[in-house]
């Protein structure tokens, strides 16, 4: 391929079906001690579960088992596609509607063991919030999808993909306990801030990479709308104490108006 050029693999697998013989009992059969076996032919899909590995200029893209076709369940894929090389949001996104992700990794030199194992390299892409969306939108990529063979060492990894325009509603997130020397995250080509420590719920903390320019981690310190929330708050409860007040102030007042003057008639009476 041209050097330095954008190149992506595409691999599909056909629905094929193939006649199976298999042994199953008779539907005369009612007497699980005393089966009677016959032969029946089936059709059934072949699954395919093929391993491949995709690299351009030192740099691992793709390493995976590929399940294939699609299962009923969701489970696999009719097809797989891989960008490599150098891209450019202009020349594979559509820029209207979308963003370039580009990730890029190194592994240590020197580890445990002769690889890494990929339960061990934790990252994903996706919505910071998902309580409104699908639970899967918070992982729009994921290590696992581009690497579930394990990872070389001393070697570099990437993953370029297009993906939605919603900026700092997007992140990366990624473990603080992956055995990585070094990483760095591209959107349209230019690197974002290092990632800072952030408590990512049912994950436990993350290194949180905000996907946009100016974008800060979400923090544990309460947001505009609920400061505001509490101020208003605060405010109606002592407009509701001074009310409360007032009443009982003017009905002490009216008490003791008619205190003074049953005491003047009192008086008058006894003179």
């Not at 050029?5 to 199976?20: G, K, L």
């Not at 590995?53 to 793709?62: I, T």
């Not at 719920?201 to 946009?212: A, D, I, N, S």
């Amino acid at each position: 391929v041209p050097k330095d050029s954008c190149s992506s693999f595409y691999i599909s697998a056909p629905n094929v079906t193939r006649e199976v013989v298999r042994r199953e009992p008779s539907s005369n059969s009612t007497d699980w001690t005393n089966i009677t076996w016959v032969n029946v032919t089936t059709n059934e899909t072949l699954y395919l579960r093929p391993v491949y590995s995709l690299a351009m200029d030192n740099v691992k893209y793709r390493k995976v088992q590929w399940n294939a076709p699609e299962r009923s369940s969701g489970y696999g894929s009719n097809n797989q596609t891989t960008i490599m090389g150098r891209c450019t949001v202009g020349g594979l996104c559509d820029e209207q509607t979308q963003d370039l992700f580009d990730l890029e990794l190194r592994t240590p030199a020197t580890y445990e063991g002769a690889s890494i194992d990929t339960y061990k390299m934790g990252w994903n892409f996706g919505f910071n919030e998902y309580d409104d969306r699908d639970w899967r939108s918070q992982r729009l990529l994921q290590g696992r999808d581009y690497n579930d063979r394990g990872y070389d060492l001393d070697s570099n990894y990437g993953v370029i993909e297009c993906v939605p325009k919603d900026g700092c509603d997007l992140s990366f997130n990624m473990t603080p306990e992956s055995p990585v020397e070094s990483y760095t995250v591209k959107k349209n080509g230019i690197q974002l801030d290092d990632g800072q420590k952030v408590d990512a719920r049912y994950y436990g903390e993350v290194l949180m990479t905000p996907f946009g320019q100016n974008c800060s981690p979400p923090s544990k310190s309460l947001s505009g709308g609920a400061i505001a929330g509490i101020v208003i708050a605060c405010l109606l409860s002592v407009a509701a104490v001074g009310a409360i007040g007032l009443a009982w102030y003017k009905r002490r007042q009216i008490q003791s108006s008619k205190e003074e003057g049953e005491e003047d008639q009192m008086r008058e009476s006894l003179l």
